[in-house]
């Protein structure tokens, strides 16, 4: 009998939205002269995953909000289906231009559409979390204007391309957000500044626009 690896294996329960997905270990079948056999068996009755749902721009009801809930929840179980006997806490993720910006910014909306998806997908609980919400808006409307807001949203395009770098606008100081670009200073800074644009047109014309 030999050891062969140590390791710790983290957790085998998520306990939050930052450990989502399945967890559990790997199960090593390790034969005389044939190569190991290592599958991974899934440990946790209850996983957690965090969906983002955007596009929403034609979106202005809350029954479409909530199919849209629904297909992004498949995609994402056939993208990595998990254990089949797991239970899911799930929360729905929301931001950008949207006719029904208002109700989802509203508490008890977001409410109502937790429990419906709850009900409809078979989940264990669920929370809807809006983001940076607003009206939809068409950006290159604005871009030319020869005024405080033009000249943003041409800042705004050159930071996000990254043909401009403003002063202590670091990606590494940030905040510490765990996020998959993090690596990439563009590609986290355009993360940061997705849908900036439409929200700073919203916030300067004023959202009643």
Same mark, same amino acid.
């Given at each position: 009998?030999r050891?062969?690896? @140590?390791?710790?294996s983290?957790?085998?329960?998520g306990?939050t939205?930052r450990e989502?997905? =399945?967890?559990?270990?790997l199960?090593?079948?390790? *034969? &005389?002269?044939?190569r190991?056999?290592? %599958?991974?068996?899934?440990f946790? =009755?209850?996983?957690?995953e965090?969906v983002?749902v955007?596009?929403?721009?034609? #979106? $202005?009801?809350? +029954?479409?909000?909530l199919a849209?809930?629904? *297909?992004a929840w498949?995609?994402?179980? /056939? *993208? ?7 239970e899911?806490?799930?929360r729905? /993720? #929301?931001?950008g231009?949207?006719p029904?910006w208002?109700?989802?910014g509203? %508490? %008890?909306? @977001?409410a109502?559409?937790?429990? +419906?998806?709850?009900?409809e ?13 607003h009206?939809?808006v @068409? ?5 030319? &204007?020869?005024?405080?807001l033009?000249?943003a949203? /041409?800042?705004l395009? +050159?930071? &996000? *391309?990254g043909?401009t770098?403003?002063p202590?606008?670091h990606?590494e $100081? ?9 690596? $990439?200073?563009?590609?986290y800074? /355009?993360s940061?500044? $997705?849908?900036?644009?439409? %929200?700073?047109?919203a ?7």
């Amino acid at each position: 009998r030999r050891v062969l690896f @140590r390791s710790y294996s983290g957790n085998l329960q998520g306990r939050t939205h930052r450990e989502s997905g =399945p967890k559990g270990g790997l199960l090593v079948d390790v *034969a &005389r002269g044939a190569r190991a056999k290592v %599958e991974f068996v899934p440990f946790a =009755p209850v996983c957690f995953e965090t969906v983002t749902v955007d596009g929403l721009e034609e #979106v $202005d009801t809350l +029954e479409r909000i909530l199919a849209r809930f629904r *297909a992004a929840w498949q995609e994402a179980r /056939r *993208a990595d289906p998990g254990d089949a006997h797991a239970e899911w806490i799930v929360r729905f /993720r #929301v931001s950008g231009g949207t006719p029904a910006w208002k109700r989802l910014g509203n %508490e %008890e909306d @977001r409410a109502a559409l937790a429990s +419906e998806a709850v009900a409809e997908m078979g989940l264990l609980d669920a929370e809807v979390q809006a983001g940076a919400l607003h009206p939809v808006v @068409r950006v290159d409307e604005h871009l030319g &204007r020869q005024d405080v807001l033009g000249t943003a949203l /041409r800042l705004l395009e +050159e930071v &996000r *391309a990254g043909r401009t770098t403003l002063p202590g606008l670091h990606a590494e $100081d940030l905040a510490g957000l765990d996020h998959p670009d993090a690596g $990439d200073p563009v590609a986290y800074v /355009r993360s940061l500044l $997705d849908g900036a644009d439409g %929200e700073l047109i919203a916030r300067m014309l004023g959202p009643e626009r």
